[in-house]
């Protein structure tokens, strides 16, 4: 079927930065929307950045100004670039993406399995 595997999460101070990639593989037709996910601690997981397969985007106001989504649609891959970070933005991240599923060409929501951010002095 599909895989979706994150990387790049890890230790950082606040104010500094990381990227997060996303590739997705296996039965690919294509991938509409992708998006990012966290979930922190005792929270319920949280919606952060949307990008569609032209790469319009769309950011939760937590992270606007701070967070940047970008994707490579020859490589099935999507990222994640945090500045700026905050201890807040400690969770685990998510990637989700809609996929069109080869050759059946049924839509899919996948999930990868996270990678953890955390923000700590």
């Known amino acids: 079927q599909v895989q979706l595997v994150e990387s790049g999460g890890g230790l950082v101070q606040p104010g500094g930065s990381l990227r997060l990639s996303c590739a997705a593989s296996?039965?690919?037709?294509?991938?509409?929307?992708m998006g990012w996910y966290r979930q922190a601690p005792g929270k319920e997981r949280e919606w952060v950045a949307t990008?569609?397969?032209?790469?319009?985007?769309d950011y939760a106001d937590s992270v606007k100004g701070r967070f940047t989504i970008s994707r490579d649609n020859a490589k099935n891959t999507m990222y994640l670039q945090m500045n700026s970070l905050k201890p807040e933005d400690t969770a685990v991240y998510y990637c989700?993406?809609?996929?069109?599923?080869?050759?059946?060409?049924?839509?899919?929501?996948?999930w990868g399995q996270g990678t953890q951010v955390t923000v700590s002095s």
């Open positions: 989700n993406a809609r996929v069109i599923v080869a050759p059946t060409l049924l839509s899919v929501s996948s």
């Open positions: 296996g039965s690919i037709f294509s991938i509409n929307a």
């Open positions: 990008i569609g397969i032209g790469g319009s985007s």
